[in-house]
């Protein structure tokens, strides 16, 4: 061994060696393997009862500082023994330890959601996937997050490897952070220093990105890094933290604490990770920080026992498997369901399922790969099993898209290019003079594909550049005179509840040869409010590019000058708060009515359009297929599906005579019951959006309204 490598040993040696006090030694810890219980459990209760652990997303924290603690402490163990750290081999340790089972699993999701999901979900469970072998799946969620349409999709039965994704680049790029620091100045003395100015510097990133963007924020590896680097930095002064007795019991006992009061207190309405997600990483910490003394502690008896044991030895496959589990269920248990979704027996059942696979995936394929001889002796077999697997996985999602494709083309066949205005078709069915026989019975198409997307402009359309937020345009010139002038000038405006009208909008528009003007932006109130977030509290970012862009386009509309302004946005779930307690019926009148005075006052007149009722929030977004025989099933209480909405209150009760109210919510609901199949046309596009087809079947509504006021 040269002189330098055996300085560099001495250093390692001293530096994660022996101190005051002895720490335990190196090896399996029944403290951490309690931690990963606690983990996958939060994680698992939040997923199958999100009610009862709002918070338990932390789960996923404290795992990446037990991967900081874990990794860490072996590499400093290797530099210490050798001076370097042996890469192949690393890396393919790790391999052998994490993708068979995540493999397996990717592979058997795939085929399941092709043969279980609506064709609609095809796609993205394929791109998903893709990015889930290849681990940046975070990266894709973190885009999707920032697109407002697709913020409304249906989660994939993959979208969990976000975590994993985030892990194995930490696992990727931390080795070589360790030696680059180790080799800086020839001093080892740089490896803790190095570790806490990473830590501190994605802290940093964390905090910003989460009060800028929060969405985006959740996915981001660098604002994740910091919880690794806490691990570690606990691992590299493992021999300067052994704990008196006494301190280190008081120091275990508030370590569970931080970490399950988050799990119960926070909800998918706190900002994170941010400065908030330090509370239960820190816990984790001090958790592991107890642990370095020797000895039972006083959680030992529990922790230590034969259960916690099995659940936190099973933890990565229970994680592996609960996701699909859950979500592949309901398409397997159909009608049987309470309006679409799980019951507590039903989710009961599914988590003894996710265990039992968890245990088995444990037994039949993560013990014996990570020990299987051929791939132990063999680096390069590892590396050459590893691309196998990644093939059938590949292969796999790469039938399923090309599935999705052929059934986009054939669903594109079963929308109808011509609407029926007439008889019992879609929201006609609702008009008691035309005397449907079953107004609410099975729909024709039930599966919302690419043909009932509500948001792509008409032909007639040019999208410009015109109060571009970001990449986003947000501003469509429609021409609908044909050859000739246009008889008025026309706005519509909102975000995508009023996006949704359009279908409707564009059809009166081609009949009276409109000059159609839309400004659309998703998430953003089209008031004078002080908006806060749109169903959570929104990152400072958006916030501001809602303001900007609402500043730009109410005097174009005001110069502008048109015979009309109709709007819609979905007040019910943009909060705003201006700091005088008034209710949010009250702010938004406030916000609304000058801007309302200031168009009327140049002869416009205002069409507000009432939002229709909730979907997601009352049932399941996939209860109409679900219960495509008996779409009755999905019919929800009408004071419940349809409460209160701030821009409806203060439309019907403006003292401005040329403001009025479009309400179409008859064409949703009877007396008693909103539906989400009517005239054999589903109502829902998604979770917040009508389907395109059945908009448009509210041309003759739209157009009573405009043309008797």
């Given at each position: 061994?040269?002189?330098?490598?055996?300085?560099?040993?001495?250093?390692?040696?001293?530096?994660?060696?022996?101190?005051?006090?002895?720490?335990?030694?190196?090896?399996?810890?029944?403290?951490?393997?309690?931690?990963?219980?606690?983990?996958?459990?939060?994680?698992?209760?939040?997923?199958?009862?999100?009610?009862?652990?709002?918070?338990?997303?932390?789960?996923?924290?404290?795992?990446?500082?037990?991967?900081?603690?874990?990794?860490?402490?072996?590499?400093?163990?290797?530099?210490?023994?050798?001076?370097?750290?042996?890469?192949?081999?690393?890396?393919?340790?790790?391999?052998?330890?994490?993708?068979?089972?995540?493999?397996?699993?990717?592979?058997?999701?795939?085929?399941?959601?092709?043969?279980?999901?609506?064709?609609?979900?095809?796609?993205?469970?394929?791109?998903?996937?893709?990015?889930?072998?290849?681990?940046?799946?975070?990266?894709?969620?973190?885009?999707?997050?920032?697109?407002?349409?697709?913020?409304?999709?249906?989660?994939?039965?993959?979208?969990?490897?976000?975590?994993?994704?985030?892990?194995?680049?930490?696992?990727?790029?931390?080795?070589?952070?360790?030696?680059?620091?180790?080799?800086?100045?020839?001093?080892?003395?740089?490896?803790?220093?190095?570790?806490?100015?990473?830590?501190?510097?994605?802290?940093?990133?964390?905090?910003?990105?989460?009060?800028?963007?929060?969405?985006?924020?959740?996915?981001?590896?660098?604002?994740?890094?910091?919880?690794?680097?806490?691990?570690?930095?606990?691992?590299?002064?493992?021999?300067?933290?052994?704990?008196?007795?006494?301190?280190?019991?008081?120091?275990?006992?508030?370590?569970?604490?931080?970490?399950?009061?988050?799990?119960?207190?926070?909800?998918?309405?706190?900002?994170?990770?941010?400065?908030?997600?330090?509370?239960?990483?820190?816990?984790?910490?001090?958790?592991?920080?107890?642990?370095?003394?020797?000895?039972?502690?006083?959680?030992?008896?529990?922790?230590?026992?034969?259960?916690?044991?099995?659940?936190?030895?099973?933890?990565?496959?229970?994680?592996?498997?609960?996701?699909?589990?859950?979500?592949?269920?309901?398409?397997?248990?159909?009608?049987?369901?309470?309006?679409?979704?799980?019951?507590?027996?039903?989710?009961?059942?599914?988590?003894?399922?996710?265990?039992?696979?968890a245990w088995l995936t444990k037994m039949l394929v993560e013990d014996r790969a990570r020990?299987?001889?051929?791939?132990?002796?063999?680096?390069?077999?590892?590396?050459?099993?590893?691309?196998?697997?990644?093939?059938?996985?590949?292969?796999?999602?790469?039938?399923?898209?090309?599935?999705?494709?052929?059934?986009?083309?054939?669903?594109?066949?079963?929308?109808?290019?011509?609407?029926?205005?007439?008889?019992?078709?879609?929201?006609?069915?609702?008009?008691?003079?035309?005397?449907?026989?079953?107004?609410?019975?099975?729909?024709?198409?039930?599966?919302?594909?690419?043909?009932?997307?509500?948001?792509?402009?008409?032909?007639?359309?040019?999208?410009?550049?015109?109060?571009?937020?970001?990449?986003?345009?947000?501003?469509?010139?429609?021409?609908?005179?044909?050859?000739?002038?246009?008889?008025?000038?026309?706005?519509?405006?909102?975000?995508?509840?009023?996006?949704?009208?359009?279908?409707?909008?564009?059809?009166?528009?081609?009949?009276?040869?409109?000059?159609?003007?839309?400004?659309?932006?998703?998430?953003?109130?089209?008031?004078?409010?002080?908006?806060?977030?749109?169903?959570?509290?929104?990152?400072?970012?958006?916030?501001?590019?809602?303001?900007?862009?609402?500043?730009?386009?109410?005097?174009?509309?005001?110069?502008?000058?048109?015979?009309?302004?109709?709007?819609?946005?979905?007040?019910?779930?943009?909060?705003?708060?201006?700091?005088?307690?008034?209710?949010?019926?009250?702010?938004?009148?406030?916000?609304?009515?000058?801007?309302?005075?200031?168009?009327?006052?140049?002869?416009?007149?205002?069409?507000?359009?009432?939002?229709?009722?909730?979907?997601?929030?009352?049932?399941?977004?996939?209860?109409?297929?679900?219960?495509?025989?008996?779409?009755?099933?999905?019919?929800?209480?009408?004071?419940?599906?349809?409460?209160?909405?701030?821009?409806?209150?203060?439309?019907?009760?403006?003292?401005?005579?040329?403001?009025?109210?479009?309400?179409?919510?008859?064409?949703?609901?009877?007396?008693?019951?909103?539906?989400?199949v009517i005239g054999n046309v589903t109502v829902y596009f998604d979770g917040d959006h009508?389907?395109?087809?059945?908009?448009?079947?509210?041309?003759?509504?739209?157009?009573?309204?405009?043309?008797?006021?």
């Open positions: 061994m040269s002189t330098t490598v055996q300085t560099r040993v001495a250093q390692a040696r001293k530096l994660l060696g022996t101190g005051n006090r002895t720490p335990k030694a190196p090896g399996f810890r029944a403290d951490v393997q309690a931690l990963r219980a606690i983990a996958v459990l939060a994680v698992v209760v939040n997923h199958f009862w999100p009610g009862v652990l709002t918070g338990g997303y932390v789960g996923v924290d404290v795992f990446f500082v037990i991967s900081g603690f874990l990794i860490t402490s072996h590499l400093g163990r290797e530099i210490a023994r050798t001076g370097r750290v042996r890469f192949g081999t690393f890396y393919a340790r790790r391999i052998r330890r994490l993708m068979p089972a995540a493999l397996l699993v990717l592979a058997v999701s795939v085929v399941l959601a092709g043969v279980l999901l609506p064709y609609p979900r095809w796609s993205a469970t394929a791109w998903e996937t893709f990015a889930s072998a290849f681990y940046w799946e975070n990266w894709l969620l973190a885009a999707k997050s920032v697109n407002y349409s697709a913020q409304n999709a249906s989660a994939s039965v993959v979208q969990h490897f976000w975590s994993l994704s985030v892990e194995e680049q930490f696992y990727l790029f931390w080795p070589l952070l360790l030696v680059g620091l180790v080799s800086l100045g020839r001093n080892l003395r740089w490896l803790v220093p190095g570790v806490a100015a990473v830590g501190v510097l994605s802290l940093v990133v964390s905090v910003v990105h989460t009060a800028l963007s929060p969405n985006p924020a959740y996915f981001n590896t660098f604002a994740r890094v910091w919880e690794f680097a806490l691990g570690a930095f606990v691992a590299l002064l493992a021999s300067k933290l052994v704990l008196p007795r006494v301190l280190a019991e008081v120091a275990a006992g508030v370590g569970f604490v931080l970490i399950l009061v988050p799990a119960f207190v926070y909800d998918h309405t706190t900002p994170f990770p941010g400065s908030l997600a330090l509370v239960p990483t820190i816990g984790t910490a001090l958790v592991i920080v107890s642990g370095l003394r020797p000895g039972p502690q006083w959680h030992t008896p529990v922790t230590a026992s034969a259960p916690v044991q099995f659940i936190g030895n099973i933890s990565y496959s229970l994680y592996l498997w609960h996701w699909p589990v859950v979500v592949l269920a309901p398409f397997v248990l159909g009608g049987s369901l309470d309006g679409g979704k799980l019951t507590t027996a039903w989710l009961l059942w599914l988590l003894a399922l996710s265990v039992v696979l020990t299987f001889a051929p791939l132990v002796r063999n680096t390069k077999t590892t590396f050459a099993a590893m691309f196998a697997g990644l093939l059938v996985v590949e292969v796999l999602a790469g039938g399923l898209q090309a599935g999705y494709h052929q059934r986009v083309a054939a669903a594109g066949r079963e929308v109808p290019q011509e609407i029926k205005i007439t008889g019992c078709h879609g929201a006609a069915a609702m008009i008691a003079e035309n005397n449907c026989a079953d107004p609410f019975g099975p729909a024709r198409v039930t599966e919302m594909g690419p043909a009932n997307e509500y948001w792509h402009p008409a032909p007639e359309c040019e999208v410009t550049d015109r109060f571009k937020v970001g990449d986003k345009r947000t501003m469509s010139v429609c021409d609908f005179s044909g050859d000739g002038k246009p008889t008025q000038t026309v706005w519509l405006l909102g975000d995508s509840h009023a996006e949704q009208w359009q279908p409707a909008v564009f059809e009166v528009a081609r009949k009276e040869k409109w000059l159609l003007k839309v400004g659309i932006l998703g998430g953003c109130p089209f008031a004078d409010v002080q908006f806060s977030g749109y169903r959570a509290p929104g990152g400072m970012a958006d916030i501001m590019s809602c303001y900007e862009w609402k500043a730009q386009v109410v005097p174009a509309v005001t110069d502008d000058r048109p015979s009309m302004v109709l709007m819609s946005f979905f007040s019910r779930q943009e909060f705003v708060e201006d700091g005088s307690g008034r209710s949010q019926t009250e702010q938004y009148r406030t916000g609304l009515e000058p801007w309302w005075q200031a168009w009327t006052d140049t002869g416009t007149r205002v069409f507000v359009i009432a939002d229709p009722p909730y979907n997601r929030d009352v049932r399941s977004t996939d209860c109409a297929t679900l219960n495509a025989s008996n779409p009755k099933a999905c019919a929800m209480p009408r004071d419940k599906a349809h409460p209160p909405d701030p821009l409806t209150e203060v439309a019907k009760s403006t003292s401005n005579p040329r403001v009025s109210l479009i309400d179409l919510t008859n064409y949703f609901c009877d007396r008693e019951l909103c539906y989400s009508i389907n395109k087809e059945y908009s448009r079947t509210l041309t003759p509504m739209i157009e009573q309204a405009l043309s008797s006021r």
